[in-house]
């Protein structure tokens, strides 16, 4: 059964959601402080996106929209926390999920949509049209 | 003189900013576009630093703040567009906007910060405590 791609909404949460999630890094919210959450990144204008079977959520993207200066005030897409259950890896969810999100920053006029990932996954994303750029920096704040 | 570094305000477009940012990619906006392109920023929650010397802008870099569910909802602080006039770079600017970003960061809850660069930048960025951490992908749109 290949998984719906669509805009997350609150139920979600309680519907696999963070339980998808988990399979990138811990959580550890209460429904109610994730819905403060949910509420906050919808105010700041991030999508998340879900990926279904039947009602339940076995995988998430997000897509973090940023206009610049440069390029003429064009828009840039930061793909994010690309996660799916474990259970699930079969089923190509992650695939569906970014090129989801990939189309949804084109529609929203993105000239280009970047996103970090380990060299591991490197090949999965060249396999959807991304390619090596540049080196992702951190600095971890205390 | 060392360049001081704050939040912009409108009226830096027409102070060297727009031509700080060419140093970095092709600008090509009136100033009543990039006026719009900064309300919509500021709508947005991006924070934009300028390096000012005297009022002459000679420098910028952007915060884009990014909450998440994982890191029990913690935020993730995007360093974008650091960008010093030519004639400038001996000052040590770029630094200076890094640091201070990074700063302004910390002080508005984010649990790390990225950024994205070439190779060549690398010892900059480590020189200024970030660490080579993954490798950033892109896609460019019609």
């Given at each position: 059964m290949q998984p719906v791609i669509r805009e997350m909404t609150g139920p979600d949460l309680a519907l696999g959601f963070l339980e998808s999630l988990t399979a990138l890094a811990?959580?550890?919210?209460?429904f109610e402080a994730a819905a403060e959450v949910f509420r906050a990144r919808l105010r700041a204008g991030v999508r998340t996106y879900v990926a279904c079977v039947g009602d339940h959520v076995v995988g998430t993207a997000s897509l973090v929209l940023e206009q610049k200066f440069i390029h003429k005030g064009g828009k840039v897409g930061h793909i994010e926390d690309v996660a799916v259950h474990p259970d699930c890896r079969h089923l190509r969810v992650g695939s569906a999920l970014v090129e989801h999100a990939t189309q949804q920053a084109r529609k929203l006029g993105c000239y280009k949509v970047i996103l970090s990932c380990f060299e591991r996954l490197v090949p999965f994303y060249e396999g959807l049209g991304y390619r090596r750029h540049d080196l992702g920096m951190r600095i971890d704040l205390g």
């Amino acid at each position: 059964m290949q998984p719906v791609i669509r805009e997350m909404t609150g139920p979600d949460l309680a519907l696999g959601f963070l339980e998808s999630l988990t399979a990138l890094a811990e959580v550890n919210l209460s429904f109610e402080a994730a819905a403060e959450v949910f509420r906050a990144r919808l105010r700041a204008g991030v999508r998340t996106y879900v990926a279904c079977v039947g009602d339940h959520v076995v995988g998430t993207a997000s897509l973090v929209l940023e206009q610049k200066f440069i390029h003429k005030g064009g828009k840039v897409g930061h793909i994010e926390d690309v996660a799916v259950h474990p259970d699930c890896r079969h089923l190509r969810v992650g695939s569906a999920l970014v090129e989801h999100a990939t189309q949804q920053a084109r529609k929203l006029g993105c000239y280009k949509v970047i996103l970090s990932c380990f060299e591991r996954l490197v090949p999965f994303y060249e396999g959807l049209g991304y390619r090596r750029h540049d080196l992702g920096m951190r600095i971890d704040l205390g």
